[in-house]
């Protein structure tokens, strides 16, 4: 996750002719079942 994160903002992609950061058309899910309660508990705020 940390990786698409990082490199997700750097892609672009075309709309209406109009290059655009394919970000603003992203949803990012993450399943934080496997997680340590720490991890998860972080995970919410950052």
Known sequence: MAEVLR?????????????VSIMERTTLV??????PVAAREASIYT
């Open 7 to 19: 490199d997700f903002p750097q892609l672009t992609m075309d709309v209406d002719g109009k290059e």
């Open 30 to 35: 993450a399943n934080t079942s496997n997680m």
